[in-house]
Nanobody
Framework: QVNLLESGGGLVQAGGSPRPLCAAS????????MAWCPQAPGKQRELVAT???????KFADSVKGRFTNSRDNAKNTLYQQMNNLKPEDTGVYYC?????????????WGQGTQVTVSS
């Protein structure tokens, strides 16, 4: 079992730079990739950033050049630096962890942290 707890969202003005984080606990040794998946009001959750256990990252075009991710494996914490926020970045940002054990792969989700960008 892996538990994920996001924090660090909030209300920010356009152009702001919050840094939400995702703290993992439980069977963290099983975690492989992690990801951020925001869900805007009335829309489906989408994948915008992934980071491997070796800290290789990939970003969706919508956030490329504005968001960066870092991962502290010793603290089991994922960070997302969000820069130059736009109103369309508003949403609940969910953290996802890809847990792998021999023969078993499970995606765990946090409860999300709200990011609201005002124009």
């Amino acid at each position: 079992q892996v538990n994920l707890l996001e924090s660090g969202g909030g209300l920010v003005q356009a152009g702001g730079s919050p840094r939400p984080l995702c703290a993992a606990s439980g069977s963290t040794i099983s975690i492989n990739d992690m990801a951020w998946c925001p869900q805007a009001p009335g829309k489906q959750r989408e994948l915008v950033a992934t980071i491997t256990s070796g800290s290789s990252t990939k970003f969706a075009d919508s956030v490329k050049g504005r968001f960066t991710n870092s991962r502290d494996n010793a603290k089991n914490t994922l960070y997302q630096q969000m820069n130059n926020l736009k109103p369309e970045d508003t949403g609940v940002y969910y953290c996802k962890a890809d847990s792998r054990r021999p023969g078993v792969r499970i995606d765990y989700w946090g409860q999300g942290t709200q990011v609201t960008v005002s124009s």
